[in-house]
Structures are given as C-alpha cells and as structure tokens.
C-alpha cells in the first residue's frame, strides 16, 4: 500500500491501514457514531463491490457479475427482512428503462446524461448542451421546481418547448425568481404566468433579496429525480453559450443532497420574501421594480478615453501582423476577422505600435471605407486606443476638404470622386486602411491600390468570398495574414450569443422561374413576395404570427432590422408594419445619408420599430 502522504482523512480503519499507521496517529483515530456508521460502511462496501466487479472478464463476465451481486445480496437479506429473492436479479441482467402511462404509445426522450449517477457540466462543446438537458427531463418528470436569479426571454424561447410538454402532460411547475438587478424581462415572466400549470413567485424587494441560487429539480414518481445545482440562470448565454458550470445530482446518487434541496425550496416557497405573481394582474408592479432595481446598473459611466488593451485573440492577430513584417519581409497585410471581434479595434492597436516604433511621431495615416457610418465609428475607436479627441479629420458626407490631410478617414467614394491622389505624393501616406476590403474589387479602389506606396498597408473583412469572383489577395501578396473566422469566433464564445429561428416561407419558389444564374431572381421574389396580393399576404401574416411566437406576444417591446429582396419589397413591407401598428421606415443604397442617420436614431429613440434595408446594414449597423 502506499505511502500515507499528512493531511485530512476520513478513511475507515481497515486492517492494512493499521499497519501503515505511526504510533501518534492513532491519537487522531475516533469511534464512529451509530448515525454515521451506515454511510461511511456503504460508501467502502460500494466502492469494493464496484472494483470486484470490474475485475471480472472474459465472455460470461456479465453472469459472474450477476452472481456475484446475488451472493452479496443474499447475506444482506439475512440481515434485513426487507431484502428478499424477489430482488435477486436473473442472468440476463436486464434494465427497466420506462413504464408508459395508459394512451403512450412510447416512452418519453431520456437526457443523454444518466439518470443514476451525477455528472458535471462545464459549457464544454463536446459535452451536452444544458437546455437540452433540461428540455428532456421536461419530457418525463412528475414536477418541476426552479429556483433563478433572473429569467430572459432568450431562456424563455430555449425551454419554451419543454414547457409545452409539461402542460400537455398537466405537471406542476413552480418558478421562483426575483427583481435583482432589473435583470429579469417582464415579457419571459408574463410568458410563463399564461401556462395553466406554472405558478410563479417574485420577490419584490430592491434591496435585501439577494438570491443567487440557479437550480432546476425534476420530481419523478418513479424515484429517479435529478437536479441541477449551478450557475446558470434561465439565459441563453447561460444555458448554451456561456463558460457555466451545473452539477446534475440524481437521488439513486445522492439521496440526501436531493431531499435537502426539496427542503430548502419548499421553504423558499413558503417565504413571505417571495409573493405570487399573477398574469397582468402584476405586470406593471413587476415592471415598476424592474425599473428601480435595474437604475444603479444603467447609472455606471465610464471615461471615454479608457486604456484600451488587445484581447488574447486581438493579440494573437497583432502578433500574426509582426511576424509577416518581421520574419517575412510582408507589408501588405490582409486580416480576415469575424465582424463582432474588433476589426477596427485591432488596426487601431496595430497602428498605435506602429506608433511607438517611430519613437512616438504619429505616421501620416489613411483610413478608407465605404461608408461613412463606418468612418465615424473608426475615427471614435482610433481616438479613444490613442486617447486623442481631436485626432484625424473626417471626409465624406458632404465634407469640405480639411486642411490637414496627415491623418484622414475618408469614403472611398469621396476619395474617388475628388481624385485626391493626384493632389498628394505616392508616399505621402505611411500607414493605410481599407476596411470592408472585399468591395476593393470595384473598380473605385483602382486608383488608390495602384497609386500609393505606403509603409503598411492593412485590409479587413470578414468576408473576403464576397468579392464578385474578383480577387483581392493579389493587392496583398497572395497571402493571409492572419485570420479568425466565425466558427472559431463562436466556439471561442467572443460574439454575442444569437438566438436563430427558422421560419417556413409559406410561399413556395422552388419553380426554376424564381432561379437566374445561380443566384434567386430579384424581379420574380418580387413579384411574389410583394406584387402578387395573395402570396404577399400569406408572406406577410406568417413573419407576424413568428414575431408574435418569438417575442413572446410583446412585439412593441422589441426592435427589428430586416433585409429585403429589392427596394419596392422594403417599402412594401415598412407599409405593412406600419399599418399593423409597428412604426417603420425602408432603407436602400440610394437613401441620403442624412435619412440614414436619421433613421438610426429615430430606432434607438423608440421612434420606429423596424428598419427594411436592402443593400445597407451588411457589414453592421
């Protein structure tokens, strides 16, 4: 036996441990008490009875084992009357895996984790994702007890189904949550509070609750229930996306753990800390602690020139960019990142070390993109990475000239149009950026790639296949620099989590018309989607029966961006929701900029609802 290394032990004391034991630690050796003898004596017993019948092979090793559980069982019987040969088992050693209830025709979906011994969850990718869980246990329990910080409706819409199956079946649910934070969205909560079967319970208060538990119990009859202990509220982050960790514990595992938390629950239940939340009787008392709760989370301000620092996966790139530069003599350097992971965060970062290389003078620096949106967005994130309000001009929008062009962010399309090439050196810019570079194809980037001689010259994309089968590679000596993709982007958990929902198109265009060298004919979705009043209304009524499903029956609370099969499509569309009550506006490449701007903020003052675009929003808002 090995050494017995210093430290706590809570070993039984078996004839080969005396022998491993110094004279002075028999000081440490107690008597164990009657009530922990049973599950200290189980717990040895269990963990030799497994080890024995993991050593048994060959062929007939399934039988031996059952013998050997029939043996043991039968000194058990003579010690407990209870135990008897009805629980012998036969040869075959076989598993009851359901007993159908009368009119079920098959048994109920099982989690994929085991419904005997406990499991760990970690948000690991090549572990079971937890709503899936949770969603199949729905399938089979007898009750359902949840106790959460918070509820979002993105959790809401996850289980959404499993609470479907849960009242179909008529199983009680009891939901306890609170107003903590002003986390909890009143859409989720009333949500819930229509099911027949689900009763919930809030606690109000603002300032004392401070519930942090995240647990879910399924009760079965059968005696096989489970429960999830964790950090994960009712999220989508936190039920697929999220770095969370829940441990599953069954009662055939641990029995006690599970009546412990059935004891707590139903004293949190019975609290007078937690009040019974009736569906739109409360909404707007929810509401009204929702809105003071969350006051001193939205009331944090912070300094706008912050230290702004790389990523782990920003500095991988910056690094990617050094070694071109460095090791390989590149500097032409093409960086392909999924749109989310700081593009312009990283040519900010790299031009600042760009910066220091030249002992502190600032490069002359060109900034191209073909928007002007985008350019106000770069010029904010530049100065904030370099701390310097005023630095850089701005050109595009109508913009006269500046009178410094030593640091310019411009449209490409204002560049072109003023050939401001020939009014400046090939080398007069150090360091240039082209943003969106996949549009580099058209024929207005021509110039500028052909004319200027800079030091560094970056490209950005996330999408470098959408360049009209031109290709872009060879402005950047054929090369990649450095890449992050969004499969990677999303396994990394660095974007915001997306909830997708796929909706049939009740009109059918799988006829060879609606199909033109290989792409959908713009003119005849058109004609479907918008020129046809049959089909354009059964289009239209199937997206507002999905939205009123998957906003949860509130769709003013909700704002919405939609792309478009033509110009004529979007109008027909902001008509549509305009005249169901939800405030629109269509948006196309031909709208003035000034409508543009217009429109964005008209949707971040609640003044519209919804945006129908075409051609616009591709690369962001």
Sequence with gaps: MAKLHPGLYAALLTKSLQKLLEPRDFENVIDLEKTEAPTFLSNKLRQLIQRSLESIEGDDAVQQQVLLF???????????????????????????????????????????????????????????????????????????????????????RLLRKGFDILQDRKVPVRIITTTYLGATQLEAIEGLAKYSNVQLKISFDKKHTRLHAKAYYFHRNSGFSTAYVGSSNMSDPAMRE????????????????????????????????????????????????????????????????????????????????????????????????????????????????????????????????????ILTQSLDTFRIVLKDANFASQLGGGRPDPANMDHLFCTVQTFHARELWTKLPADYYEYIVVDEVHHSAASSYQGIFDFFKPKILLGLTATPERMDGENILKYFNDRVAAELRLPEALEEKLLCPFQYFCVADPVNISDEKFWDKGKYSQSELEKAYVNNPSSAKQRTDAIFRALDLYCLGDIQSYKGLAFCVSVKHAEFMAQEFNNNGLPSLALHAQSLDEDRKNAVQALINNKIKFIFTVDLFNEGV
């Design 70 to 156: 029939n043996k043991v069982l039968s000194e058990v019987e003579k010690w407990d009357p209870q135990v008897d040969d009805d629980k012998l088992l036969d040869d075959k050693c076989r598993l009851l895996e359901a007993i159908l209830r009368t009119g079920q025709n098959q048994k109920p979906s099982a989690p994929v984790t085991s419904l005997v011994h406990s499991s760990l969850f970690t948000g690991s990718r090549n572990g079971p994702q937890l709503f899936n869980e949770l969603i199949a246990e729905m399938e089979s329990a007898d009750r359902l007890d949840i106790l959460v910080s918070f509820i979002l409706n993105s959790g809401f």
């Design 242 to 373: 999220g770095l969370e960790w829940n441990l599953k514990v069954t009662s055939q595992d641990l029995p006690d753990i599970i009546k412990k938390f059935e004891a707590e629950f139903e004293g949190y239940w019975n609290s007078p800390i937690f009040s019974t939340y009736r569906q739109g009787v409360d909404k707007k008392k929810l509401q009204e602690a929702l809105d003071i709760s969350g006051i001193r989370v939205n009331s944090f301000s912070q300094s706008k020139f912050m230290d702004v620092n790389a990523y782990p996966f920003q500095n991988r790139i910056l690094e990617n960019l050094d070694a071109e530069r460095m090791l390989r003599g590149s500097f032409k350097n093409l960086v392909i990142a999924a749109t989310g992971t700081g593009k312009t965060v990283i040519a900010a970062l790299d031009y600042r070390r760009f910066v220091g290389s030249n002992q502190g003078r600032r490069p002359k620096l060109l900034f191209l993109a073909h928007r002007d949106e």
